[in-house]
Each structure stands twice: as C-alpha cells, then as structure tokens.
C-alpha cells in the first residue's frame, strides 16, 4: 500500500513538472523556444568572394546581439601576348581576408529572431595581397614579389527581414550603408634601366562610402 503511494506521487510530481515547464516556454516574458540563429552568407554581390559566419543571439522580444566572422580569397593568374622588356611573361596576384562583425538588432515589427529590424553594426577588417611578376625562363632575372597589407575599419546600418520556418529554417536579407577608413602598407616598384626593379614601402588611407547586400541562409533553435 505504501509502495503505492510513492509510485502514485512520483507520477503527479512528473506530470506536474512537466506542465510547469511547457507553460514556462509558451508563457514567458519572450518565446524561448529560438534564441540562437546561426546562418552562412550568400554572395551575391558582384566580384565578391566574401563568405560569413554569423551568430545571433535572442534576448527580448525586440532585441538581439549578433556577430560574425567573414572570410575572402581572390586569385588572379594573367598570362600577357607579349613578354615584357624585363622578361616578365606574366603575373600572379593573390588576395585574402578576414573579418569581424559585431552588432545588435532593434526589430521594428515581428518578435525576434524574425520581423524586420534595424542593425548598426562594426566591420573590422584585416587583409594580405601579394603581386609576383614570372620570368620568361627558369633562369630569367629574379623580380621580386610586391605584397601589401590593407586593413580597414567601418560602420554599417543594417536594414533587414528575418523569416523562420517550422522547424527552424531561417532566410535573412537587408540592405546596409556606412562609412569606412581603410589603411594599406604596400611595396612600391619602380623599374630600372638594367631590367631590374626597385622597391619601396609606402603608406595610404582613405575613407570611402560603402554599401552591403545580406542573404543569409540558416537555422533558428
């Protein structure tokens, strides 16, 4: 009869626990059920191989914290019809990327993760590029390679539309505008009368205006 009794109040215990915490998801202050959105970026504007990694993270019905991680890669291999007066028959440039971009969301309609909302954002960029000349032949003169290093910083406003679908499938886009700063250290090459060239560093910065297109593809939880 005891061992009865205690089987009968575990179960109330059990079914009892288990409607306060479904009331407590569906009767919150904001639903809990998606807090987190991860999604991986599309890109569609032209002459860009920027990929990104971006994280959000939920904390009110009207509010979020965000942050990515982009990466960009561009390799250009030019062959020329005639070799140059140095010999050089032609060139191979590569460039590379990383980025951070940390920001928050306002949603003006909706309740997030999904509505249309507003993002000011950061964009902190880092960069590589390298220029080298080829030879004619193996044992043509040796040019050296010109590298570079760029790096900028920017901010952005963000104007975008989130939609999430049962089970989690989300779709992003926006459209932003902002300002960036961007610095570069380069070598500079200047050719000699004996073929050769010389090199030298040089500095520039510039501010420019700068527009983004965002089509993020991604899941809600």
């Known amino acids: 009869m005891v061992a009865g009794?205690?089987?009968l109040a575990l179960s109330l215990a059990v079914v009892s626990t288990s409607a306060f915490a479904q009331e407590g998801v569906t009767t919150g202050s904001f639903p809990v059920e998606r807090r987190n959105v991860v999604t991986v970026s599309v890109p569609i504007q032209?002459?860009?191989?920027?990929?990104?990694?971006?994280?959000?993270r939920v904390?009110?019905?009207?509010?979020?914290?965000?942050?990515?991680?982009?990466?960009?890669?561009?390799?250009?291999?030019?062959?020329?019809?005639?070799?140059?007066?140095?010999?050089?028959?032609?060139?191979?440039?590569?460039?590379?990327?990383?980025?951070?971009?940390?920001?928050v969301r306002f949603y003006l309609a909706g309740r997030a993760p999904q509505g249309l909302w507003l993002s000011p954002r950061l964009e902190v960029t880092l960069g590589r590029a390298s220029h080298g000349m080829l030879p004619s032949t193996l044992?043509?003169?040796?040019?050296?390679?010109?590298?570079?290093?760029?790096w900028s910083v920017g901010g952005m406003a963000v104007l975008g539309y989130s939609v999430v679908v049962d089970p989690g499938f989300t779709v992003q886009a926006g459209v932003g505008v902002g300002a960036v700063r961007s610095a570069n250290?380069?070598?500079?090459?200047?050719w000699r009368s004996d073929g050769g060239m010389s090199v030298e560093r040089a500095h520039e910065t510039t501010w420019s205006f700068a527009q983004r297109l965002l089509l993020n593809l991604g899941w809600a939880f």
């Open 59 to 103: 904390l009110g019905e009207r509010f979020s914290l965000e942050l990515g991680l982009f990466a960009g890669f561009n390799h250009i291999r030019q062959r020329f019809e005639e070799p140059w007066p140095n010999g050089a028959v032609g060139s191979n440039q590569t460039q590379y990327e990383l980025g951070l971009m940390p920001g």
């Open 46 to 56: 032209a002459g860009s191989t920027r990929v990104a990694l971006a994280g959000e």
């Open 139 to 150: 044992n043509g003169p040796l040019l050296p390679d010109l590298d570079a290093n760029p």
């Open 185 to 190: 250290s380069y070598d500079q090459g200047t």
């Open 5 to 7: 009794q205690w089987a």
